[in-house]
């Protein structure tokens, strides 16, 4: 079973950066596409970014595209979502997401249902 950790969250003013981490801990026997997630309070949660398991394929809600990039280091078992340009508006617990890639069935990034593993959140509040 793969645990996930989410860490990098914090307060940051309007036209500011931050930089998520997941880290994967247990054992891990398969390779994985990742995603992030984010959930407002009130709202469900809604797709952020994603990337294959090799990093060949990269995914982007149009409210975060050309503003956040996902990368990913399978040697040191991490994702990252770079947040560039934040606005209130991204204010929001973010979540990472894995999918096994040897799970059967089609591979959608953008839809919660794709993903088996969910780590706990980590809060970004933007300032204005």
């Known amino acids: 079973q793969v645990q996930l950790v989410e860490s990098g969250g914090g307060l940051v003013q309007a036209g500011g950066s931050l930089r998520l981490s997941c880290a994967a801990a247990?054992?891990?026997?398969?390779?994985?596409?990742m995603g992030w997630f984010r959930q407002a309070p009130g709202k469900e949660r809604e797709f952020v970014a994603a990337?294959?398991?090799?990093?060949?394929?990269?995914y982007f809600a149009d409210s975060v595209k050309g503003r956040f990039t996902i990368s990913r280091d399978n040697l040191k078992r991490a994702v990252y979502l770079q947040m560039n340009s934040l606005n209130p508006e991204d204010t929001a617990v973010y979540y990472c997401a894995a999918r096994d890639i040897t799970k059967s069935g089609n591979y959608l990034p953008v839809l919660r249902t794709s993903y088996d593993y969910w780590g706990q959140g980590t809060q970004v509040t933007v300032s204005s």
């Open positions: 247990g054992r891990i026997y398969s390779s994985y596409h």
């Open positions: 990337i294959s398991w090799n990093g060949d394929s990269t």
